[in-house]
């Protein structure tokens, strides 16, 4: 059994707030996945339009606090990054698992593999879906085993939000690779993912629900301005998104690049066991077939700023349905029988 559709639920809200890890030391780029009080404050308003009970927890540590003292929830509804490790966007998925807990978007498996994007691109490749060659540079005597025709592009395997990615990430010949992976070895701690160059245009589609049930929401193509710099989706074109970077809805029907990109993205999604919604990235090669490129199952929900709400927004979808139809995917995998031992042993309102 599972919850009826439209049943008000208390929904815990786990998340990380970029001022308290910037108060407590942290630099602008270890934070720059975190999400800010806005982002919050509109998903807990969107989930009492919708009927729910939010209640705000944190981060991890504050999860823990909260299960130790005996709260529950009949849901969670997690965008918590994590802060540490290669498999951080697992950690709290992991723990509410241990107590029974459902939660929104993907489980701890498809996080930790998806936030590691050469083990990602080797899933999906294995599942048919196109996307470019690469090699990971582990120690700098890598870049001389590299095999891969330039120009190459270089970034960290294992971050987001454009983090280590500027326009010296296209690298067109041996030594350009070596001296920006030298630095990005040092500064992330982790491999540097290395892959065949991809010319064309750029495509990020947004995917709503889960398996069988996931359908496209749309896609958005990314056009950078005169003053973005060139050629990369970068940190700093991202972060200053509404000066640097236009965005075009694709259009599936008239546009076969779209179509195709659109038919990838849920074929990877669905590969991956990703759930409830998030977006996929894709470029297209010279010949103009679209190409995998990463999946972000934990997409940014700010609504003005992060690329999924601006899907949806110019894609006629309002945030508050957005937010409606995440928790709904989720809420399909809450027992019945879970909800009410979550009222009889220890959750407090």
Sequence with gaps: MILPAGVAMHIGLTYDLRQDYLAAGF?????????????????????????????????????????????????????????????????IPAILD?????????????????????LTKTVVAAGGVPTAAFALVERPADVDRINLPFPLFAKPVAEGTGKGVTPASKVKDRAALQAVCEPLLTKYGQPVLVETFLPGREFTVGITGTGSAAR??????????????????????????????????????????????????????????CRDGGRIDLRCDAAGVPNFMEVNPLAGLHPEHSDLPILATMVGLPF??????????????????????????GRRP
Excluded at 76 to 90: C, K, P, T, W, Y
Excluded at 245 to 273: F, K, S
């Design 98 to 118: 241990v107590y029974g807990i459902s939660y929104t978007f993907s489980d701890p498996l498809v996080m930790a593999l998806t936030l590691h994007k050469g």
């Design 27 to 91: 630099s602008e780029d270890e934070t720059a996945e975190f999400d800010r009080p806005d982002t919050i404050s509109s998903i807990e308003a969107a989930l009492v339009q919708l009927g729910h009970r939010p209640d705000r927890i944190g981060h991890a540590r504050q999860l823990i606090a909260r299960l130790a003292a005996g709260d529950r929830w009949d849901l969670v509804f997690n965008i918590a990054e994590g802060l540490s490790g290669i498999a951080r966007e697992a950690q």
């Design 216 to 273: 496209v929401m749309g896609t958005l193509e990314i056009l950078l301005l005169a003053n973005a710099e060139a050629e990369v989706y970068s940190y700093i074109n991202k972060e200053y998104c509404e000066e640097r970077v236009t965005y075009a809805v694709g259009n599936p029907i008239a546009d076969q690049q779209v179509r195709a990109a659109e038919a990838t993205a849920l074929a990877a999604w669905r590969i991956l066991g």
């Design 320 to 345: 508050v349905e957005l937010i409606e139809r995440i928790v709904t995917s989720a809420a399909e995998r809450i027992p019945a029988a879970e909800r009410s031992l979550a009222r009889r042993f």
